[in-house]
């Protein structure tokens, strides 16, 4: 009697703004191989060629006989209808046929999803949104993404940008945050341009005119700065009215917060209170959870792009 074929393990490519990240997982969703190393930035061929290398270097580490299928998340999307980059906030990926240069490069076929979708996969399948019917996966990062599961789909929409999420203005602004900060792309007043990691910089610079990045920022509200603390308390406001919105629209079971801010203890705590007042419910409680995966919770979810079998 000839044994069933064992599941093959998949791989796993996160292209963020900084780093590159690639995985292979076994089909239990244990790791076998990992490598991170930074992200080529404004060079379109210098991606290409780091990816390559994270490819080849993973196939290497973990054994691999023969070329393995890629799942690949970016900061965007593939156009349905062109086939190429859309909505990348590493603007030099824009307008490129990355899906087919990727597969003429690695000799494969290849899956590529927006990184929030594959975040919010990953969160889904076996993370803190394990068990829940629908997810919304949300990227405080170098950028502001959104991805939506549903009873185990990733929801792309026919245009391939459902969940973009922080390219939609933030709600009930304040006077003093009209007319908005002008965004990338083209916009004032995009939700990235308020809660990302960077937007959180720029907010407190315009405050106080000390230049310092989120992490300083976050280091010396903790240490009890008064100025720092009320950029983050600004933050969280706006933060909150943006997921009240995605609440309004979609009502996930579940909402999954990633990125570097992700780590913001004070989230988790003051976020349900500051969105309650903007929910349409009379109960309007909201579930709001850190990921089980941290910052590899993205490259995981791209590895599961690809079925294990």
Request: with cysteine; aromatic share 4%; glycine share 12%.
């Amino acid at each position: 009697m000839i044994a069933p074929a064992e599941p093959a393990p998949r791989l796993g490519i996160d292209l963020g703004g900084t780093k590159i990240e690639g995985v292979v997982l076994d089909a239990a969703g244990m790791a076998l191989a990992g490598l991170r190393i930074p992200s080529p930035r404004g060079d379109y061929a210098a991606t290409l060629d780091a990816i390559a290398h994270v490819v080849e270097r993973l196939e290497a580490d973990c054994g691999a006989r023969m070329p393995m299928p890629a799942g690949i998340g970016i900061p965007g999307s593939i156009s349905p209808r062109s086939g190429r980059v859309q909505n990348a906030n590493s603007t030099w990926l824009n307008g490129q046929p990355l899906s087919l240069d990727l597969e003429r490069r690695l000799d494969r076929p290849v899956r590529i999803a927006n990184d929030a979708n594959c975040f919010a996969l990953s969160e889904f399948t076996d993370g803190a949104a394990a068990g829940a019917n629908s997810v919304f996966g949300i990227i405080l990062g170098t950028g502001c993404g959104g991805g939506l599961v549903i009873g185990g789909r990733l929801i792309d929409g026919p245009l391939g940008i459902a969940g973009e999420w922080g390219h939609t203005p933030l709600p009930w602004a304040t006077p003093e945050e009209q007319p908005g900060p002008l965004c990338w792309c083209g916009r004032r007043s995009c939700m990235e341009t308020w809660v990302s990691g960077p937007a959180v910089a720029r907010d407190h610079e315009r405050a106080t005119g000390a230049t310092l990045d989120a992490e300083t920022i976050a280091a010396r509200a903790l240490s009890g700065d008064a100025d720092a603390r009320a950029t983050f308390d600004r933050h969280a406001s706006r933060l909150a009215r943006g997921i009240a919105n995605i609440v309004n629209l979609v009502d996930p079971e579940i909402i999954v917060l990633g990125g570097g801010l992700s780590r913001l203890a004070h989230l988790y705590a003051e976020l349900p209170r500051l969105i309650e007042p903007h929910i349409f419910s009379d109960t309007p409680q909201v579930t709001i959870s850190p990921p089980k995966w941290g910052d590899a919770s993205g490259v995981r979810g791209a590895a599961r792009l690809w079925p294990s079998a």
